[in-house]
T-cell receptor, first 119, second 114 residues
Framework: AQTVTQSQPEMSVQEAETVTLSCTYD???????LFWYKQPPSRQMILVIR??????QNATENRFSVNFQKAAKSFSLKISDSQLGDAAMYFC????????????????FGKGTHLIIQP | KAGVTQTPRYLIKTRGQQVTLSCSPI?????VSWYQQTPGQGLQFLFE???????NKGNFPGRFSGRQFSNSRSEMNVSTLELGDSALYLC?????????????FGNGTRLTVT
């Protein structure tokens, strides 16, 4: 079974600074997706960024980027120029590639990291 | 385009009762997945429906069931409620089989069992 581990229950960063959230996973598959989701107090899970395992290039979305190390099974999220609106729970998630966005077999989530932005 | 809509937002039930939660996916999305979120267990996959058929099920007892209608709307039912069923239930939709679109989540239904 696949597992996803987020070792940082809580992280704090000053506004405008950079923060990195860690995630490791365990799988015997070679083709899969990795995701970072954000869950603000509104409770809605919002997709931040997605990485396909067969792509060597790290995904980026504006201020968000990942460091994907396939051999080490590591998938960290870097948030640059942190903003107050970035405060939320961040979840790392895994899905088999054949199930595209996580439908049929579901997403496997980590326990989450609570990100606090200090003004 | 409207997002994923879950109703109700909050629900309080008593042990032993049953409950039905509703999810309307984004227009055009044919796949609907359900997740349970608790402080202890985190986010866990319940099941997924596509074209009115359950494609896969997570590791939950048979008290948890669901269905999908021809318009892709989905309901999940929990019978004989237990205190441990108190959780946030999240629904997510995607285009469906063969696509590579990610899941879009709703705001969830907060179920409290007393």
């Amino acid at each position: 079974a696949q597992t996803v581990t987020q070792s940082q229950p809580e992280m704090s960063v000053q506004e405008a600074e950079t923060v990195t959230l860690s995630c490791t996973y365990d799988t015997s598959e070679s083709d899969y997706y990795l995701f970072w989701y954000k869950q603000p107090p509104s409770r809605q899970m919002i997709l931040v960024i997605r990485q396909e395992a067969y792509k060597q290039q790290n995904a980026t979305e504006n201020r968000f980027s990942v460091n994907f190390q396939k051999a080490a099974k590591s998938f960290s999220l870097k948030i640059s120029d942190s903003q107050l609106g970035d405060a939320a729970m961040y979840f790392c998630a895994y899905s088999l590639l054949k199930n595209s966005g996580g439908g049929a077999d579901g997403l496997t989530f980590g326990k989450g990291t609570h990100l606090i932005i200090q003004p | 385009k409207a997002g994923v809509t879950q109703t109700p937002r909050y629900l309080i039930k008593t042990r032993g009762q049953q409950v039905t939660l509703s999810c309307s996916p984004i227009s055009g999305h044919r796949s609907v997945s359900w997740y349970q979120q608790t402080p202890g267990q985190g986010l866990q996959f319940l099941f997924e429906y596509f074209s009115e058929t359950q494609r896969n099920k997570g590791n939950f007892p048979g008290r948890f069931s669901g269905r999908q209608f021809s318009n892709s709307r989905s309901e999940m039912n929990v019978s004989t409620l237990e205190l441990g069923d108190s959780a946030l239930y999240l629904c997510a939709s995607s285009l469906g089989q063969g696509d590579r679109s990610p899941l879009h989540f709703g705001n969830g239904t907060r179920l409290t069992v007393t």
